[in-house]
């Protein structure tokens, strides 16, 4: 890696700013060849095909696939140059097709500006606080919120249990600071009579009832809004942006598909269970909301 950087910075002639580019974006293929035990010199033309489905798994836009594509190219022309490799895996892989609609990812100080832009003297302020914030801290489906139980909520192990597509199950690392505007919710919410059937739903509407997902999805656009966002700004908006920030972060690629629910890309071998200290430990980590600001 070090001999690559060099390569980049003399021969190259990259700025400082685009050789910092290239190696984070090796630093992802190098995270994805160590959880398949392999070195990146051992990456074969079938790994790097997925390694791109991942990519495109956890929503990565084209764009940005592109991108990271084109510096693990740069990186295996390198190590046939120096003769570390004998061919190179990346010479069939093509780049994936980019639209012209750019994605709507939102930056981190635009999630806060949307959460501190909630007016938490209101009725419904601490509910759409904590609800946004376990959006967005836990990357859930809009369908995952609306039906995510109290009981499904584990504040000392720091999980929530999310029913997904297809009822399947799993096990969502929760931040502190989601289950603190939880905690602060259960006040209000305590003091709305839940209908039949809706005792154990977590986020109650005034009727007693669950929210509905457009009304989650009127939520989120007030509160963007309110905040000067300009994005067209969608519950998906905060699972993209969720799976995208932990991926720049440097979290690794199986611990953001277990988180988001989805399955794995290959057929050919069974799904690697991935740790749960593990898959709590690399996602809060690595999560925005979850480190110091200054």
């Not at 696939?65 to 190590?79: P, T, V």
């Not at 981190?108 to 302020?125: F, N, Y």
């Not at 005792?199 to 929210?211: K, M, N, Q, V, Y």
């Amino acid at each position: 890696m070090s001999r690559y950087d060099t390569y980049l910075r003399l021969e190259k002639s990259l700025s400082p700013n685009s050789i910092d580019a290239y190696m984070t974006d090796l630093d992802k293929l190098a995270r994805f060849a160590e959880t398949e035990g392999k070195k990146l010199t051992d990456i074969t033309y079938d790994d790097l095909q997925q390694f791109v489905a991942q990519l495109r798994d956890i929503g990565i836009h084209p764009r940005s696939q592109a991108r990271i594509l084109s510096g693990i190219k740069s990186f295996y022309h390198f190590l046939l140059l120096d003769g570390y490799i004998s061919t190179d895996p990346t010479e069939l892989i093509e780049s994936p097709k980019i639209g012209l609609r750019l994605p709507e990812v939102l930056t981190l100080g635009e999630v806060d500006r949307i959460l501190d832009s909630i007016d938490l003297t209101t009725p419904e302020g601490q509910r759409n606080r904590a609800m946004l914030e376990v959006l967005y801290s836990c990357g859930l489906r809009v369908s995952e919120l609306v039906g995510l139980r109290y009981s499904d909520v584990y504040p000392k192990e720091g999980f929530v249990r999310v029913e997904g597509k297809g009822g399947k199950q799993r096990l969502v690392p929760i931040s502190d600071t989601a289950l603190r505007e939880i905690r602060n919710y259960l006040i209000d919410r305590n003091q709305v009579v839940a209908k039949k059937g809706f005792e154990d739903i977590l986020f109650l509407s005034r009727r007693g009832t669950a929210l509905s997902r457009i009304m989650v999805f009127h939520i989120i656009k007030e509160q963007a809004e309110k905040a000067g966002v300009q994005k067209n700004v969608s519950p998906h908006t905060f699972r993209h942006s969720f799976a995208t920030h932990l991926l720049e972060g440097g979290a690794n690629l199986r611990a953001i598909q277990e988180m988001l629910g989805h399955e794995k890309i290959t057929t050919t071998e069974i799904y690697t269970h991935i740790d749960r200290a593990f898959l709590r430990r690399e996602i809060l980590e690595h999560h925005p909301r979850n480190k110091p600001r200054g």
